[in-house]
Each structure stands twice: as C-alpha cells, then as structure tokens.
C-alpha cells in the first residue's frame, strides 16, 4: 500500500510524472476542512483519530494528491513535555522555557504517552487511504521547537532564543529522545516516512547550524535508515554543506521557493527532493497564475527524466489560509497534464 510514483522518488528512479503533495493540504483553505472545524475543535481534530483521518483524506479525495500527511501539529511534542498547550485560536504555550525550568520539562519515557494519539491516528488515516496512495508523518524540527519553546513564535529574528543559545543543548538532551520516541511511534502507526518540518533553521547562520543543529540531527537520524527526511525554510546552501547532509541519510529533502530545484536536482542525489513553487502565487488570478504555474513548468521541461529523478511536486512552504481551492487543483491537473 504506497504510491508508486512516491516510492520512486525516493529512490531516484527515473519516471515522467512527479508524486504531489503541499504542506497543510488538510487546512484552513480548504472547504472540507473548514466543514469539520465548524463542529470541532482544533486539538478534537487532532486527537481523535477518526476525525483526523478524515481531515487527512479530505484534500486526497478532493485534489488526488499522491501523498496523505498525519494531520497534528508540531506542538504537541511541547505540550508532551508539560509546556501546556492551547489554541485561541493560535496556539499558546502554557509557559515559556527560561533557565531555571528546564527541570520542569517531563522527561522522554513519561512523555510520550501523550503523544500516543498520533500513532491511533496514523493507523486510521492508513485504514481508510486508497491503497495508491503514500502516507507521511511529521515532527517539529529541534531549533523550530526551541524557538517555540522560548519565544512562543518563530517570527522576526528570534532574539530571545539566539540571546539563550546556551540552553538549547540542555533542551535537546530532553527532547531529541522525545523526538526519537515520536517518530519511531508514527512509524509503527503506518507512515512511510516522518519529515523534520525545521521552518525556523533559517534563522541560524551556517556556522550555528552546523554546530548546534547537525549534533542534535545526526542524532535522530542514526535511529532511522532512510526513514527521516528534512526540511528547512530559508535555508541556503551552506547550511547543507556538511558532512550530514552529504551522507546520503536523509529519505529527502525538502526546501522553500528561493531555490532553483533544477539545479537542486542535479547537485543532490540524496532522496527526494521536494517543493517549490511559490505559495504566494496561488492567489493569482486564473489566467495570471497559469503563467507563472508555465514558467515553472518550463525549467523542470529542460531536464531529462533522469535529471528529475527524485522530484516530488510541491509547494515552497504549506498552502496559506484563503488560497483559492480551484488554483490548488489546477496546480494537480496542470503537472500531470505536462508531464504525462
């Protein structure tokens, strides 16, 4: 039970057409999802696995996306850890990490039990997804989780969490095995793979990231041979420049619209390399949204099959709330209809 052309990616063989799936498919833009969150509350769609199922099949059923995603939210782990958690509806920490309460944090082994939800609701998206199609699950990466943790945001600089870069260690010896405990339960729930959602690394200089982040990395990584992929918003090709993400480790690679994938593509033979047009465009009008959806189009037309091996069709980031649903699926009908 997987999607072929999924699977293919994953292990660069050479294939015409490219899987799809966006980032928050299941969200607020979309109809089916807004119907259910009219009757129930955020954290009731994540938690109950029924409904969380549904939500996850609502965009595969209407957009014929190749790949389902657990429906959750990174937080959860947060909250796992006695941080509290609620959503009014963004989401808002019970309290904010600071030095003297990183002894408040629960530790991996009792924690995780509150995150045993997720693995129910994998199950039962699987149960209920057409046997063609791929299913993935998700964790927070490390720094986005310190961000949270720290600033309750990853907006701006994120000032608070640099000026306290000395607890994000001590912070990972509790989360990372937190993390590793996650993703090992979404993958006995049925995912095929977990994707490290990392949307703050970018705020992390190269030299920051390769010795703060890539420890704590390396570390979930060892746990999983080719089982974890990673992506990162805003970051550059130095961040990648290392000897992790030039191992061949990762399932694959996801990255935002300021890459040219093409090039991506030809450079990086580790997995799958996922994205990346521009999210923003979406909210073009149809004939002015056409033109940009040819024009990117047009660069993946240059390259053989085989120079797109590994390309999985997406977005640069998660679809925006109010994105027009008819661009979605003129998105989907448009890429396999060029590369049928």
């Known amino acids: 039970m997987s999607n072929v052309r999924f699977q293919n990616a994953m292990r660069r063989i050479p294939q015409r057409t490219p899987p799809i799936w966006m980032m928050r498919q299941a969200g607020r833009y979309h109809r089916h999802y807004q119907a259910l969150r009219a009757k129930h509350s955020f954290i009731d769609l994540c938690k109950n696995s029924k409904l969380a199922a549904e939500v996850a099949l609502g965009p595969i059923a209407d957009f014929d996306f190749d790949v389902a995603i657990l429906f959750s939210d990174l937080l959860f782990p947060l909250e796992a850890m006695g941080m509290g958690l609620s959503y009014d509806p963004a989401p808002k920490l019970g309290w904010h990490l600071e030095p003297n ?14 995150l045993h ?7 039962e998206t699987k149960r209920i997804l057409p046997e063609d199609k791929s299913l993935i699950g998700f964790v927070g990466g490390p720094w986005t989780l310190f961000a949270y943790a ?4 990853h907006k701006g600089e994120l000032q608070i969490a640099k000026k306290n870069i000395n607890l994000f260690k001590p912070f990972c010896e509790i989360l990372i095995p937190l993390l590793i405990d996650n993703i090992k339960l979404q993958l006995a729930g049925g995912a095929e793979i977990v994707l490290i959602i990392d949307t703050a690394a970018g705020e992390l200089s ?3 990231f ?3 982040m890539i420890p704590q990395l390396e570390k979930l990584v060892a746990h999983f041979h080719h089982k974890v ?7 550059q090709a130095a961040h990648l420049t290392n000897h992790l993400f030039e191992s061949h480790r990762f399932a694959g690679l996801g990255v935002d619209h300021r890459w040219h994938l093409p090039d991506l593509l030809k450079q990086s033979k580790n997995g799958f390399i996922q994205g990346n047009f521009d999210q923003s465009l979406l909210f073009l009008s149809e004939k002015e949204f056409s033109i940009y959806l040819e024009r990117y189009t047009n660069d993946f037309l240059k390259l053989s099959e085989a120079e797109r091996a590994g390309w999985v ?9 109010n994105t027009p649903e008819n661009n979605v699926r003129t998105f989907v ?3 396999r209809g060029v590369f049928a």
């Open 210 to 212: 390769k010795f703060d």
């Open 206 to 208: 190269p030299q920051v």
């Open 150 to 153: 720290m600033e309750g945001g």
């Open 117 to 123: 939800f997720q693995r129910e609701a994998m199950a």
């Open 229 to 235: 992929a990673y992506y990162g918003k805003n970051i």
């Open 101 to 114: 309460r990183i002894k408040d944090l629960i530790p991996a082994h009792k924690a995780i039990e509150a």
């Open 313 to 321: 069709c997406g977005l640069g980031h998660g679809i925006l709330p």
């Open 333 to 335: 009908t448009t890429i």
